[in-house]
């Protein structure tokens, strides 16, 4: 039986009185597919489908209930099969950030999204989800010799250019770490966001770990689809600074410093997902995300010019891709 009809016959079994159509309702960079079921009375519901030899059901399921615990507004599950790898979800809609967001609407998005990131960290529990720790985020910064620069880029580091690389990566961790620690999503930006009642919808947060306070900044701020200028970007990033500060969480008293660690973590953000979107294209054969590499990569120039202790990322960058101009922002 193929996949669409199993999953068709597990839904019927969940509905035995009902009859509704399907359709696919969206993709995302793994295994994992969604379908919208609509019933006769106009109700929907969502269905994933994780093929249990690839995904693996539980942490969707254990961190939806701490969002959900936390007071924001996740997928609710309905009903679960574990050995078929079905979900029976709530429906968060069709509208995402990405595709909502404008100049005029920003600041008010923007806003709802980091109060709902807010409850989300002041509700972190070290023993709940695994730790964001050196070992992850150097794997992760890895995919960039290997998929970027090697499979995408066609090019072999020497010796010493790697070697300089591996020194960069070390810094970074080194200040990754030493931030102070909650919830991180790990992919909270505008296509995992959904406009909804209460707003926003979170999805796809399967992967959340414990780490970094300023990782989901960088990753909403700093989104690898749709770009902001730096007076916005800090315009909001002090939004959240102020009330973070005031529901108590651990972010620096400092602005400036605060700032310096939401660009460090940047970095090992867009370092990963420059690997990533490289493994998408040629492992996987999902060309789609070639268009967002330099958006991504101008975040990393300009963040890497920046500072001292990453010129030799930005000098490496350069050689193995002249740039068409020189980046430029504020300094801190």
Request: aromatic share 12%; proline share 6%; with cysteine.
């Amino acid at each position: 039986m193929k996949r669409e009809q199993q999953l068709t016959v597990w839904l019927q079994g969940q509905f035995p009185e009902a009859t509704f159509t399907l359709a696919p309702a969206s993709a995302d960079a793994s295994f994992r597919r969604y379908f919208r079921a609509t019933f006769d009375d106009g109700t929907t519901r969502i269905i994933m489908d994780a093929p249990p030899e690839h995904e693996d059901c539980q942490p969707f399921l254990h961190v939806g209930k701490l969002f959900e615990q936390a007071g924001t507004h996740v997928p609710h599950v309905y009903a679960e099969d574990l050995e078929q790898g079905f979900l029976l979800l709530s429906d968060l809609g069709n509208t995402t950030y990405l595709q909502a967001l404008t100049p005029d609407n920003a600041r008010a998005l923007y806003a709802k999204a980091t109060d709902a990131l807010i409850k989300i960290q002041r509700a972190s529990n070290e023993a709940e989800l695994p730790p964001y720790d050196e070992a992850l985020l150097l794997r992760e910064m890895r995919l960039f010799p290997e998929w970027y620069i090697n499979k995408h880029l066609n090019i072999t580091l020497t010796e010493a250019q790697n070697a300089k690389l591996e020194s960069v990566f070390a810094r970074i961790v080194a200040n990754n770490l030493s931030q102070p620690r909650v919830y991180v999503h790990r992919d909270y930006h505008s296509r995992n966001l959904m406009v909804t009642e209460p707003n926003p919808g979170i999805i796809d947060f399967q992967d959340a770990v414990y780490g970094p306070i300023t990782y989901d900044l960088a990753s909403l701020f700093k989104d690898a689809y749709i770009k902001w200028e730096e007076p916005q970007i800090i315009d909001y990033l002090i939004g959240y600074w102020q009330n973070a500060r005031r529901a108590g969480l651990p972010v620096h008293e400092d602005f400036g410093q605060f700032y310096w660690d939401f660009e460090w973590m940047g970095v090992q953000r867009h370092i990963k997902v420059l690997g990533i979107f490289a493994r998408l294209c040629h492992r996987d054969g999902k060309d789609g995300y070639l268009k967002d590499m330099p958006l991504v990569m101008s975040y990393l120039r300009a963040a890497a010019a920046r500072y001292v202790d990453l010129k030799p990322l930005f000098n490496l960058l350069n050689e193995l891709e002249p740039p068409a101009e020189a980046p430029t922002g504020y300094g801190f």
